[in-house]
C-alpha cells in the first residue's frame, strides 16, 4: 500500500524505517550484515536518519552506495544544532554521511532552532539540493509548538509519535496536518518497544486474520497507517525478519474507523 504525499501526490510505501538505534553500529561487520538484509527488503520506503543517531548516518551510507539502491529509497534526515552555519554544517555532512546528492526530506530536529533552519531549508528546497522539508517531535508536552509552527504552513511533513501506546497527536495535530494538507510520518510506532511488552504472551484476536494481521507488529502499524491524516509510519529496526514483518502491514486493505475502534478496544484490555 501507498499513500500520496499532499504537497505533491508522490506515493509513499506506507511502512518505512528509522535508524535510531538500530543502524548506530560503527564497524561491527555482523551487525552491518544484518543492517544490509534490512535494506535489501525496501523499495521506495521512507529510510529515517539524523546526525543525533551517533554512526547510523554513515552506516546507512555505507551500506546503501555498496548495494546501489539509493534511487530506490526515500531518504529522510535531520537538522539538530543551533546557529545557521552550524546547521548548514551539518548538512553538509549528514549528505557526505548518506552520500546523496539530493536529499528527499530534510526535517527539523525536535524543533531545534526552527526558525533559523527552516529559512535555510527554504532556500535549499528552491536549490532543488531537497526536495521536501518537515519539522519532528517525539512527545507531547511540545505539542503545542509543533501546532504553532505547522500553522505557518512551510511544511510538506510533520513527523510525530503516534502509536497505540501514544494517541495524543489525533486529538489536534493529525487532524490539522490533515487540513494544511502536510504529509505524516509516525515515529516510535511501537512506543520505543513498549506495545510488545505490554501484549507479551498475549493470542492476536481471532478476527485479526480476516485484517490481513498476522502479528502484534502488524497488528500495531496497520492501525496507525490507516488513520487518514498518517501517511507512513517508521518502526526502528536492525533485523530482517522484523522488517520483513513490519513490511507486511503495509499489505491489503486499510483498515475502516470502525475496524481501528475495535481493535484500540481490545489492546486497551491487555496488561
Ligand atoms: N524526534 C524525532 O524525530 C524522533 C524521535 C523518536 C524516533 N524517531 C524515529 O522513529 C523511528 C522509530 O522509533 P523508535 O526506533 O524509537 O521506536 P519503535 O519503532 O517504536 O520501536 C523500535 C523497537 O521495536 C523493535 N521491533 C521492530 N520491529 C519489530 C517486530 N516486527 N517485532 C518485534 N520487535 C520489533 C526493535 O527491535 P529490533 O531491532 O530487534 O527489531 C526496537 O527495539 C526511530 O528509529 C527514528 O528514526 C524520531
Same mark, same amino acid.
Given at each position: 500500500m501507498t499513500k500520496p504525499i499532499p504537497s505533491t501526490g508522490e506515493r509513499l510505501p506506507v511502512i518505512g524505517v528509522g535508524t535510531w538505534q538500530t543502524f548506530d553500529v560503527g564497524a561491527d561487520a555482523a551487525a552491518r550484515g544484518q543492517l544490509r538484509e534490512v535494506l535489501k527488503l525496501l523499495n521506495g520506503n521512507v529510510v529515517d536518519s539524523s546526525p543525533? /543517531?551517533?554512526t547510523s548516518e554513515s552506516v546507512a551510507g555505507d551500506l546503501i552506495a555498496e548495494l546501489g539502491i539509493r534511487d530506490r529509497l526515500f531518504m529522510a534526515t535531520k537538522v539538530w544544532t543551533h546557529g545557521p552555519d552550524e546547521g548548514i554544517k551539518q548538512m553538509e555532512t549528514s549528505f557526505k554521511r548518506l552520500r546523496v546528492q539530493r536529499m528527499d526530506l530534510m526535517q527539523v530536529h525536535n524543533l531545534a532552532d526552527v526558525a533559523t533552519h527552516t529559512e535555510t531549508l527554504q532556500e535549499w528546497k528552491q536549490q532543488k539540493r531537497i526536495r521536501y522539508i518537515g519539522i519532528t517531535h517525539y512527545t507531547s508536552s511540545a505539542y503545542g509548538e509543533v501546532e504553532r509552527w505547522l500553522k505557518?504552513?512551510? /511544511?510538506d511533513f510533520l513527523q510525530i509519535n503516534y502509536s497505540l501506546g501514544e494517541r495524543e497527536s489525533e486529538n489536534r495535530l493529525l487532524p490539522l496536518a490533515q487540513q494544511l494538507k502536510v504529509a505524516v510520518i509516525a515515529n516510535r510506532p511501537f512506543a520505543e518497544g513498549a506495545l510488545f511488552r505490554r501484549v507479551k504472551g498475549r493470542q492476536l484476536p481471532t478476527w485479526a486474520a480476516e485484517l490481513g494481521i498476522s502479528s502484534w507488529a502488524q497488528y500495531f502499524l496497520k492501525w496507525i497507517v490507516s488513520h487518514p491524516a498518517v501517511t507512513c509510519a517508521i518502526p526502528g529496526t536492525g533485523n530482517p525478519k522484523h522488517m520483513q514483518d513490519n513490511l507486511g502491514a503495509g499489505v491489503g486493505k486499510l483498515l475502516s474507523a470502525e475496524q481501528r475502534k475495535q481493535m484500540a478496544e481490545y489492546f486497551n484490555a491487555q496488561g
Open positions: 543525533m /543517531y551517533g505557518t504552513k512551510q /511544511y
